[in-house]
């Protein structure tokens, strides 16, 4: 017995709630029929389901702190994710080849989509997805939602794409190397090694080919780049700009904008945004439609930044020419599995030492913090790390 469910039965029977989801699944199985799940699927994969109420929680779940986006690019797009990105690029390269003459979609973008969606195949979730997305089709917020994505993940297998077994992911129902959502799967997913499944689990081929044919279908051009990072002048007006609110290059030349070498905007790659996620002290980046192609992945800019850095680095390029304004830079996961040591050697209980900087991770910060002297915040950055260190 799970140490939840063993909780949940100490409370009145009034306020438990029960994992039984028979009763929604009569519900809904009206929805299932016309919406193509046959019988024998339905039957299979719905009779006896449980809810798992853990999925409810992560949809409740609010974060106590945001994540400043330079903690959230040094850990995603670090020397560790460049040096792997390479070997996958080295690795895959005919497939990568012939993806991007189909979609035309160039081949560090899809390797940088891999590596940020799910460690180039490393990292999938372990939530059963039937399961998950039948417990969040029947409590919680946004029901209607997810039984759309539930119906969607039994035809994926009844078409027989995907074992059931292997059929694993996020809370939320993303899953694979390329973390689609089923009806994302269902749209977009393609069969590129041709063995007549489109298998986003155990098919690296098939995820390159679905990644790219993603970006082609969210409005992709080929040989545009997504854009490249600027100096601005100072005093300029942030109010109102933004990735959407695109001007012509002569505007932004006329505005004092330069690449930060110094050299001229590019005249020939249409209307582009200022992206700033730091005001006007960090990093600004000026951005093409294909930025908005990488957002539309995932709705958001600090995502759609970090593949397409990670892209930039696969081509070689080197870290942002202006620094984030803190002055306590963020971690590499080789940083934070370093920090995470340290803590566990002053006698810290984190857990794993994973490079993932949970409430453990966070306490036994804010401790240390608190006996050295420094700001107590729990967040672990370049300041923290180097005195441990030096200690
Ligand atoms: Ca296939």
């Known amino acids: 017995m799970s140490a939840a469910l063993a909780s949940a039965l100490l409370v009145p029977a009034a306020r438990a709630q029960s994992t039984d989801l028979s009763a929604c699944m009569a519900e809904l199985r009206p929805a299932a029929r016309s919406g193509k799940v046959s019988d024998a699927t339905w039957a299979r994969h719905t009779a006896g389901l449980q809810a798992d109420f853990s999925v409810i929680e992560k949809l409740n779940f609010q974060p106590e702190f945001r994540t400043a986006i330079w903690d959230y690019l040094s850990a995603l797009v670090d020397e560790e994710r460049v040096a792997d990105g390479a070997a ?25 989509v891999w590596g940020v969606e799910s460690n180039f195949g490393q990292t999938f979730g372990k939530y059963p ?34 074992a059931p077994e292997r059929l694993v992911g996020s809370w939320a129902g993303a899953f694979g190397h390329t973390q689609f959502m089923p009806s994302t799967f269902e749209r977009l997913a393609v069969d590129f090694d041709g063995d007549g499944r489109a298998d986003l689990m155990d098919s690296s081929v098939d995820a390159l080919g679905s990644t790219a044919n993603f970006l082609a279908r969210a409005g992709w051009q080929t040989g545009v780049p997504w854009g490249f990072e600027v100096k601005l002048p100072a005093g300029i007006s942030l109010a109102g700009e933004g990735r959407r609110i695109k001007r012509s290059v002569s505007e932004w030349i006329a505005r004092g904008v330069r690449r930060v070498d110094g050299s001229p905007l590019p005249a020939d790659l249409g209307n582009l945004g200022l992206l700033t996620l730091a005001g006007g002290n960090g990093p600004a980046f000026l951005v093409t439609r294909n930025f908005d192609a990488l957002y539309s992945y995932n709705a958001a800019e600090s995502y759609g930044l970090a593949i397409a850095h990670l892209s930039d680095r696969l081509r070689g390029a080197g870290p942002f020419a202006t620094p984030w304004p803190t002055d306590d830079a963020g971690l590499s996961r080789a940083e934070r599995r370093e920090l995470q040591g340290l803590l566990v050697m002053r006698g810290h209980d984190i857990g794993p030492v994973d490079g993932m900087l949970g409430d453990k991770s966070r306490d036994a910060i804010r401790a240390e913090q608190q006996r050295l002297g420094l700001e107590v915040n729990g967040r672990g950055g370049q300041k923290i790390l180097k005195t441990l260190r030096a200690g």
Not at 88 to 112: N, S
Not at 129 to 149: D, I, P
């Open 88 to 112: 996958r690029l080295a690795q895959h390269r005919q497939v990568l080849e012939r993806a991007e003459q189909r979609f035309g979609v160039d081949a560090a973008t899809v390797v940088a």
């Open 129 to 162: 997805l039937v399961q998950a997305l039948g417990t969040l089709s029947c409590h919680g917020r946004r029901q209607s939602y997810f039984r759309g994505e539930f119906l969607a993940a039994l035809r994926i297998l009844q078409a027989g794409h995907i």
